[in-house]
């Protein structure tokens, strides 16, 4: 049974080391942009939410990111609106380590990352490389749909998915 907390400051040298490791098991590296540590530390002090997962041991983590004005706001490539981009969140990054693959640790960790978002935020927003299928499926059966594929990243193909909290 996994337990979710927020993390910590003490966390983040386990969080990017599952990050690093589950980059480095992936058979396309192309499908998973790693955060930096600075990164990390921003989402925890001021941009958003580090929520882990754990199971005796840390089983995975998400990064959720409120984004606000900032230019890479995903937003406007979701067609949203001045105004509707100020209430969005990113579901920046999501990892499970290997060995609790296959148990449903991602959805899980979306569906807890939404019960931490304040009320006016309205729309959650992520993106996936259309060829990482079981990471599109999780999203897709908790209710985001594709709103548009786009290059981000430096040049990485990526579907911008959306979902309408609330409803």
Not at 32 to 61: C, D, I, N, Q, W
């Amino acid at each position: 049974m996994f337990s979710f907390r927020l993390a910590e400051q003490k966390d983040l040298k386990a969080v990017f080391e599952l990050m690093e490791q589950a980059a480095s098991q992936l058979s396309n590296p192309a499908l998973f942009v790693p955060e930096t540590r600075e990164s990390l530390e921003r989402h925890l002090e001021k941009e958003g939410r580090l929520l882990l997962a754990e199971e005796g041991r840390l089983a995975g983590y998400l990064l959720l990111r409120f984004p606000g004005s900032a230019p890479d706001n995903l937003a406007p490539d979701a067609g949203l609106s001045p105004a509707e981009a100020l209430r969005c969140v990113h579901m920046e990054s999501v990892a499970v380590h290997p060995h609790f693959r296959g148990r449903g640790l991602q959805k899980l960790l979306l569906r807890q990352g939404e019960e931490l978002l304040p009320p006016e935020i309205a729309f959650s927003l992520a993106t996936v490389a259309p060829e990482n299928a079981p990471s599109l499926r999780s999203f897709l059966q908790l209710g985001y749909h594709i709103a548009g594929t786009k290059e981000k990243y430096g040049g990485k193909l990526r579907h911008i998915l959306l979902k309408e909290l609330g409803k």
